[in-house]
Nanobody
């Protein structure tokens, strides 16, 4: 069982920045593909960004390319999402996800991001 704890959400004005963090409780953190999802009110959960085990491959949804940056620190069991130039459309609950294929996938409890116009 892996516990994921997100932090760093909050209320920010449009154009501002936030940095989300996700702490993972596992000895095998470097074996997990890490992802950030978000869910806006009334919408389905969507993939925002992902990062491979050794940090050499990243993916971003088209809506956040050039705006968000995902990073991980395997020594600290942490994954981050730097969010710049935030817009009201970025409002939602952001979830950290750890995926190890057949060994399981895990979710954090989510952190609220609210961007005011």
């Amino acid at each position: 069982q892996v516990q994921l704890v997100e932090s760093g959400g909050g209320l920010v004005q449009a154009g501002g920045s936030l940095r989300l963090s996700c702490a993972a409780s596992t000895r095998f953190f470097s074996d997990y593909y890490m992802r950030w999802f978000r869910q806006a009110p009334g919408k389905e959960r969507e993939l925002v960004a992902s990062i491979s085990w050794t940090d050499d491959r990243t993916y971003y949804a088209d809506s956040v390319k050039g705006q968000f940056t995902i990073a991980r620190d395997n020594a600290k069991n942490m994954v981050y999402l730097q969010m710049n130039s935030l817009k009201p459309d970025d409002t939602g609950v952001y979830y950290c996800n750890a995926d190890r294929g057949m060994f399981g996938t895990y979710w954090g409890q989510g952190t609220q991001v609210t961007v005011s116009s």
